[in-house]
């Protein structure tokens, strides 16, 4: 289990879920109903998912009474839905550290070094976190971190350097236009001669090369080389066959895979990267840890949303048991319930 | 029935049984071949990546605008590169031969 150490005092809680996708927000509400407060942790920079972060203008069909919505939409509903429970979200970081405390409670920590101790872990991860696809090049791991780059950390890690950006979303010209001014030369690699990102990023790439600023290369890395981590030339393919560009810094941006990461770590029963979970109670093989959502697996499981939502349902009421061993659940229905009406704000 | 061979990143061909109306994407995933196929055929993720030999190429309809958005994202793509998702199988495309592009 790795993790920065802490500085942080440990935030106490009712229920901490890991993955801010749609299982996770439907399960801040059901556990709102309970009284259990929660919060979130996401690797991504923002919430929602697979549905914000793969698909939000696509339509989804099959949400019950809700007969058409795109991702995006169902995730600002479900945000909606949870805010009278006031979940507290902890983006940009990812669950790294979890251990089980003497009084029974877990303690979870990211890489962002933020600490939680808390009675219930909900594993709402998906297929994994979102992290930067990386170039399947032998020796690529070499240059990582000091040539080569999957995301921007530091501006000031690209100043004075001779850079090529290969990509060719918003995400690549947005750092080409943002890092023209800092870098000694830029250039930007892509496949063809058509960028699928906004408009306006487009026109000021295009006047930057017409300047002379910056280079537009097409083709695709091939190769790369240098040596001691550090990157002197990168190999492209091209239709005219391969060439070689002189630089010292790579940002290769392909968009994002999902990775199963440090829950791999925490001794829980998976197979093919699904945790396997009780369908009772939806816990693991551990006490107070559950997981729900597309990241589980039982006899007959569907990877739907709604699937996940009645999970989501079920892991609370256990979840309830481990935060207040000595109260009692009474069921009720959110349309008649006076008490229910209170915790939704809408008495 | 129609069939399609489907060559892996070992270099060992599998002779899939297709059923007609299903994705080639859906056929290689059904028969437990590791293509990743990330967004399960929305053409949203490029990890379904294949190489088609030429004759196959030219039986199938030009990629789209939005088959090509999402090849950008993909590895080592070639002009024979398609996304299985987006080949629907069908009777035409019987002996059809593809084959798997690098993971990354
Ligand atoms: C293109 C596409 C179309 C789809 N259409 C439909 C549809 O029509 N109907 C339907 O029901 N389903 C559909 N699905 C499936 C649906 O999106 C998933 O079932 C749903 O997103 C699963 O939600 P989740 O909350 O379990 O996980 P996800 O949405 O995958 O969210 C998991 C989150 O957890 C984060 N995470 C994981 N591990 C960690 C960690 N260690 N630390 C921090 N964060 C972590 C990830 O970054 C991610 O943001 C579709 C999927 C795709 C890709
Ligand atoms: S499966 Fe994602 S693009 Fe084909």
């Known amino acids: 289990m790795t993790g920065s150490p802490s500085t942080q005092e440990p935030i106490q809680t009712d229920m901490v879920i890991i993955g801010a996708g749609p299982i996770g927000l439907f399960a801040v509400f059901e556990a709102g109903l309970l009284g259990l407060k929660c919060h979130l942790v996401d690797n991504l920079d923002k919430i929602g998912g697979q549905c914000a972060e793969l698909y939000p203008e696509k339509p989804i069909f099959d949400i019950p009474a809700v007969p058409r919505c795109t991702g995006q939409e169902l995730i600002d509903r479900l945000l909606e839905q949870a805010k009278p429970f006031e979940p507290v979200f902890h983006l940009d970081q990812q669950a790294s550290a979890l251990q089980r405390l003497e009084d029974g409670k877990w303690r979870l920590e990211t890489t962002a070094g933020t600490v939680f101790e808390t009675p219930n872990v909900v594993i709402a991860a998906g297929a994994g976190s979102f992290v930067p696809r990386r170039l399947p090049l032998p020796g690529a791991e070499d240059f990582e971190g000091k040539s080569l780059y999957y995301a921007v950390r530091r501006m000031e890690d690209f100043r004075g350097r001779h850079l090529l950006i290969a990509g060719g979303g918003d995400s690549a010209l947005d750092w080409l236009l943002n890092l023209e001014p800092l870098t000694a030369s830029i250039g930007i690699l892509h496949r063809r001669d058509e960028f699928r990102a906004a408009p306006d990023s487009v026109q000021r790439m295009r006047e930057l090369v017409e300047s002379g600023r910056a280079r537009l290369l097409l083709g695709q890395v091939a190769g790369l080389e240098g040596t001691g981590g550090q990157l002197e030339a990168v190999r492209i393919s091209t239709p005219d066959g391969e060439i070689r560009h002189e630089c010292d810094a790579l940002l290769a941006l392909f968009g994002l895979k999902m990775e199963l990461g440090p829950i791999a770590e925490w001794g829980l029963n998976i197979e093919r990267n699904l945790i396997h979970v009780d369908t009772e109670t939806f816990e693991t093989n551990q006490p107070g840890l559950f997981a729900i959502g597309d990241i589980i697996t039982y006899p007959g499981k569907l990877k739907l949303i709604l699937s996940g939502f009645h999970e989501a349902a079920l892991m609370c009421q256990k979840a309830f048991k481990n935060a207040h061993p000595d109260q009692r659940l009474v069921f009720r229905y959110t349309t008649s319930s006076s008490d229910l009406h209170k915790k939704l704000g809408v008495a | ?104």
């Not at chain 2, 379904?48 to 999402?70: F, I, S």
């Open chain 2, 1 to 104: 029935m129609a069939k399609l061979k489907v060559t892996d990143r070992d270099g060992v061909q599998h002779e899939l049984e297709g059923e007609i109306g299903w994705s080639v994407m859906e056929i290689i995933r059904e028969a437990d071949l590791p293509i990743e196929a990330a967004c399960g055929g929305c053409c949203a993720c490029a990890t379904c990546h294949v190489y088609v030999d030429a004759g196959t190429l030219a039986k199938l309809p030009p990629a789209d605008a939005d088959e090509n958005m999402m090849l950008d994202e993909g590895f080592e793509v070639r002009d024979n590169s398609r996304l299985s998702c987006q080949i629907k199988f069908s009777e035409e495309l019987d002996g059809i031969e593809v084959e798997l592009a690098p993971e990354y």
